[in-house]
């Protein structure tokens, strides 16, 4: 039996135990060959150390940023519970305002929406500076507003609202449950991210942004978060993003949102959009990647990082049809029509991975930790499904065990950090 199909019936193992509701613990399944690096995580691990021991101040917050496997809140939304379940809960933490794209489903909180539109870096024409959520909401309509409903029973003290400010802004108003509306200015000078914080004196569970005057406000983003120690969880995700995401944001909000949040964290989690494309060359992406996290890593001043590789991927030529099996020797573009993994995918996955050791930065190989080639076929052919039949993304329940397996390698590294000795 090969290393693949052990790795896939302990995946399957571990699925099981999920639906049971059994207890897994926190090096369940851990397996120090899939993080590689872990020490390098150090910083994090010493932050997580003096929550559990109630030292330090305010939450730990950890940033996932990526493309549509980010942007899905299963796999994010899934560590979020894992690491507030061990190390406390303060909140949501920051999403992009309103319904940035058709399948927008975050964990923890609803959001509505009536009389915005949406600009992203693909959009044409003049955009204002967009931050990390590589999207900005522009109201199109006088009576524009949002609704984000937080489904936490313990509801949030602070709300803030991240906007572009400028010659034309307009003011905007937030709302809190029944309170009084609180006016927020929008006008500056000169086009610039600001934000602006609302605390609360008792525990609110709905809060609504509305416009105010004719419909010329920018809005980038919401925060709905306690005030009290614990770990807040952020996936900032653009549905077909490639690392290249990273030089069409605005380096000014970026750097704003980063010096504002000061994460613990830095996940960084693309490749799979990358790797499909035959025509990638190797070199300028190596170039690419490493300057890109690395500038991203600069201007988080300090945090860890921790770079995810993307997961195992199949494809086929689209001519075909039928329910064949993967095979890690098939060939997409020969006439063949089993499905098989994309030649660049593994070569982009090895990249990141050279890079990351070579940068001082840890690296967690999703794709090992399905199995290895093919591993997604094996997945989708699991009862139920941990794959969707593209044979590119998990389904929900994929996305959990995949979350699990990372959290157990986490939480082993983080254990094994604690026995070593103070330098």
């Known amino acids: 039996m090969s290393r693949g199909r052990r790795s896939v019936s302990a995946c399957a193992a571990l699925f099981l135990l999920i639906l049971s509701g059994a207890a897994i613990s926190p090096g369940h399944a851990a397996d120090p060959e899939r993080l590689i690096g872990a020490e390098k995580l150090r910083p994090f691990f010493l932050a997580l150390t003096a929550l559990e021991q109630n030292r330090g101040h305010g939450p730990i917050r950890i940033l996932q940023i990526g493309d549509s496997h980010t942007a899905n809140d299963s796999f994010s939304g899934r560590l979020r519970e894992r690491l507030q379940g061990r190390f406390g809960a303060t909140g949501r933490g920051w999403l992009p305002a309103g319904i940035p794209y058709k399948y927008f489903q975050p964990r923890l909180v609803s959001v509505s929406e009536s009389g915005w539109r949406h600009l992203r870096p693909s959009d044409a024409g003049e955009k204002p500076p967009l931050g990390l959520d590589a999207v900005a909401a522009i109201a199109a309509e006088p009576d524009a507003h949002m609704t984000l409903t937080s489904s936490d029973p313990n509801g949030f003290d602070r709300v803030a609202i991240e906007f572009i400010a400028g010659p034309r802004g ?23 991210v600001r934000r602006s914080e609302l605390l609360l004196r008792r525990p609110g569970h709905q809060a609504e942004l509305a416009v105010s005057g004719s419909p010329a406000a920018e809005v980038l983003g919401w925060t709905v978060e306690r005030r009290e120690k614990g770990i807040i969880y952020e996936n900032h995700g653009s549905v077909g993003a490639t690392i290249g995401l990273l030089d069409k944001l605005s380096p000014a909000a970026v750097s704003f949102e980063l010096a504002d949040r000061k994460p613990g964290l830095l996940v960084v989690a693309f490749g799979t959009n990358e790797g499909f494309r035959d025509e ?75 890079i990351a050791i070579r940068q001082g930065w840890a690296f967690w190989d999703w794709a090992a930790a399905m199995g290895g080639s093919c591993a997604i076929d094996e997945w989708l052919r699991q009862d139920p499904p941990l794959a969707m039949p593209d044979h590119v993304h998990l389904s929900k329940a994929g996305y959990a065990v995949a979350a699990d397996m990372l959290f157990a390698d986490l939480m082993h590294g983080y254990d094994t950090s604690k026995r070593a000795p103070r330098r």
Do not use: M
């Open 280 to 354: 990638l060359n190797l070199t300028d992406y190596a170039t690419h990647f490493r300057a890109a996290v690395a500038g991203l890593a600069k201007k988080a001043r300090g945090a860890a990082v921790l770079v995810i590789g993307p997961p195992d991927g199949n494809r086929r030529p689209a001519e075909c049809s039928g329910d064949a099996a993967c095979h890690a020797d098939g060939t997409v573009n020969g006439g063949s029509c089993v499905w098989a993994a994309p030649p660049k995918l593994a070569e982009v996955r090895a990249i990141q991975r050279r």
């Open 170 to 192: 307009q003011p905007l108003t937030v709302q809190v449950d029944q309170n009084a509306p609180v006016r927020i200015a929008t006008s500056a000078p000169k086009v610039l």
